[in-house]
């Protein structure tokens, strides 16, 4: 596809599920984010990989949150144990140079609802 | 404790009106951006500003950074209906990996 495609759209869970939230950037495109976005909020950061690098995790709110992107081009966010304030939409942009020096595209998110 | 205050947070106005969103700090950014984002979509960049004091016009709307890089405004001239959305700023730092973005202002343009 020509955008930054995100799976699923939709995600309800019951507290305590583990959830995994897919991202397929642009082809080619070096960087990748991942923010969250509570309901009324701006988009916080959770992290980024440069590749397959995770560079930057600092915004993961806990070790309940883990993202990988093994292969430098799909990316999964998993939450285990998911909690209610959990409940966001969760934003993937990717970028097609390294860092902040380009341009990102975002997602339309997925929209997870912890029950 | 919000990095990036926008005011205010939500506007209405008619059809052919004006309206500003202000985006402020206390920190310094190396760029701030503009972004647009309508429901069950992702923020859309509309713009970026680098330079203190820096202005960039976009058909009818016109971006300002401030000349010290802490503080930026969003101006809509004859706002019209499709301009209706969530405006969202964000700084970045220089050298960093992430966008910090302001609560949002949420813009809605009656016809």
């Known amino acids: 596809g020509a955008g930054v495609s995100q799976s699923p759209r939709y995600k309800v869970a019951k507290r305590g599920q583990d959830v995994a939230l897919r991202c397929d950037p642009i082809?080619?495109?070096?960087?990748l984010f991942w923010y969250q976005q509570a309901l009324g909020q701006g988009p916080e950061f959770l992290t980024y990989?440069?590749?397959?690098?995770?560079?930057?995790k600092s915004g993961l709110p806990s070790d309940r949150f883990f993202a990988e992107r093994p292969e430098g081009s799909v990316s999964t966010l998993k939450i285990q144990r998911t909690q209610q304030e959990d409940s966001a939409v969760y934003l993937c942009?990717?970028?097609?140079?390294?860092?902040?020096?380009?341009?990102?595209?975002f997602g339309q998110g997925t929209r997870l609802t912890v029950v | 404790t919000q990095l990036l205050e926008q005011s205010p947070q939500f506007l209405s106005i008619q059809e052919g009106e004006n309206l500003t969103v202000y985006c402020n700090s206390s920190s310094v950014f190396s760029s701030l951006q503009w972004y647009r984002q309508e429901p069950g979509e992702g923020p859309v960049l509309l713009v970026t500003?680098?330079?203190?004091?820096e202005v960039k016009k976009l058909k009818r709307l016109t971006f300002q950074f401030g000349d010290a890089r802490k503080d930026s405004s969003l101006h809509i001239t004859a706002a019209q209906p499709g301009d209706t959305g969530l405006y969202l700023c964000?700084?970045?730092?220089?050298?960093?990996?992430?966008?910090?973005f302001g609560g949002g202002t949420r813009v809605l343009v009656k016809p």
């Open positions: 990989f440069q590749n397959e690098a995770q560079l930057d």
């Open positions: 964000a700084g970045a730092k220089a050298a960093g990996n992430k966008l910090t």
């Open positions: 500003v680098v330079t203190g004091g």
């Open positions: 942009a990717s970028s097609l140079v390294s860092g902040l020096n380009g341009r990102a595209f």
């Open positions: 082809s080619g495109h070096v960087s």
